[in-house]
């Protein structure tokens, strides 16, 4: 894993990224990108041009444009700004069946600490305790070199370089074969920092639970802190696993 964070790359999980995730799953957008800045447009109208480059964005609104604080602004105030931006333009039954679907999603039953701790305690050998200091994540039994997973704030300790709002109610998983792909398409759900190598590697990700809801997405997280757990077990508790 890598070495300590340093604070010059503390920042929260908002980026390029996340902004271009959000915008594009929003209701009859369309994208187009010259010179690499992205613009996103409803019925030919921007409200959001993003520049991956230099991690900059710009929200249009109806009245006045504004630079997003990638980074420094928490993933839900960025989100807001962007859904508000494309609300002062999109077409009222738009507006009116997207808030109708995020009142749906709202209504899935929400991912806990408590329901993924369940799951990883059901993997064979997978305990909680210590995994460095007196800092607690889940290993195979105590052997502090199988950490594979942690909560963040509160019950655990901050996330590298990873700034609050977006560290609270957070679970790392350490070893994530998936990480480009997962970072690539599902931005708007996964996320890393600078601290858990580079994103276009094999490594670490990060998840605010909040964003997830529902049987389908609890499988997925399921799915990927087995495969962490697997990068870490004995071979006889894996074909005690697959048994």
């Given at each position: 894993?890598?070495?300590?964070?340093?604070?010059?790359?503390?920042r929260?999980?908002?980026?390029?990224?996340?902004?271009?995730?959000?915008?594009a799953?929003?209701?009859e957008?369309?994208?187009a990108?010259?010179?690499?800045?992205?613009?996103?447009?409803?019925?030919?109208?921007?409200?959001l041009?993003?520049?991956?480059?230099?991690?900059?964005?710009?929200?249009?609104?109806?009245?006045?444009?504004?630079?997003?604080?990638?980074?420094?602004?928490?993933?839900?105030?960025?989100r807001e700004?962007?859904e508000?931006?494309?609300?002062?333009?999109?077409?009222?039954?738009?507006?009116?069946?997207?808030?109708?679907?995020?009142?749906?999603r709202?209504?899935?039953?929400?991912?806990?600490?408590?329901?993924m701790?369940?799951?990883?305690?059901?993997?064979?050998?997978?305990t909680?305790?210590?995994?460095?200091g007196k800092?607690?994540?889940?290993?195979?039994?105590t052997?502090?070199?199988?950490?594979?997973?942690r909560?963040g704030?509160?019950?655990?300790?901050?996330v590298?370089?990873?700034?609050?709002?977006?560290?609270?109610?957070?679970?790392?998983?350490?070893?994530c074969?998936?990480?480009?792909?997962?970072?690539?398409?599902?931005?708007?759900?996964?996320?890393?920092?600078?601290h858990?190598?580079?994103?276009?590697?094999?490594?670490?990700?990060?998840?605010?639970?909040?964003?997830?809801?529902?049987?389908?997405?609890?499988?997925?997280?399921?799915?990927?802190?087995?495969?962490?757990?697997r990068?870490?077990?004995?071979?006889?508790?894996?074909a005690?696993r697959?048994?």
């Amino acid at each position: 894993m890598p070495g300590p964070p340093r604070k010059v790359d503390n920042r929260t999980g908002s980026n390029a990224a996340f902004a271009s995730a959000i915008a594009a799953r929003l209701p009859e957008v369309t994208t187009a990108t010259r010179r690499g800045v992205t613009s996103f447009k409803v019925d030919d109208d921007v409200f959001l041009t993003v520049h991956p480059a230099n991690g900059e964005a710009t929200v249009h609104g109806a009245e006045e444009d504004a630079d997003l604080a990638l980074g420094r602004a928490g993933r839900d105030e960025v989100r807001e700004q962007i859904e508000a931006a494309w609300e002062d333009l999109a077409p009222k039954k738009r507006v009116t069946a997207h808030r109708a679907a995020r009142s749906r999603r709202a209504k899935q039953p929400a991912i806990t600490q408590n329901d993924m701790r369940g799951v990883i305690l059901e993997l064979p050998g997978a305990t909680e305790g210590p995994i460095w200091g007196k800092d607690l994540g889940f290993l195979i039994g105590t052997e502090k070199r199988t950490r594979f997973a942690r909560f963040g704030p509160p019950a655990g300790s901050r996330v590298g370089n990873l700034l609050p709002p977006d560290d609270v109610d957070t679970l790392v998983v350490f070893y994530c074969p998936q990480k480009p792909e997962l970072l690539a398409s599902c931005a708007d759900r996964y996320f890393t920092t600078p601290h858990y190598g580079s994103v276009d590697e094999p490594g670490g990700v990060i998840v605010r639970l909040s964003e997830h809801r529902g049987r389908a997405e609890l499988a997925e997280l399921a799915e990927l802190v087995e495969d962490a757990w697997r990068e870490v077990a004995t071979p006889d508790l894996i074909a005690q696993r697959d048994g």
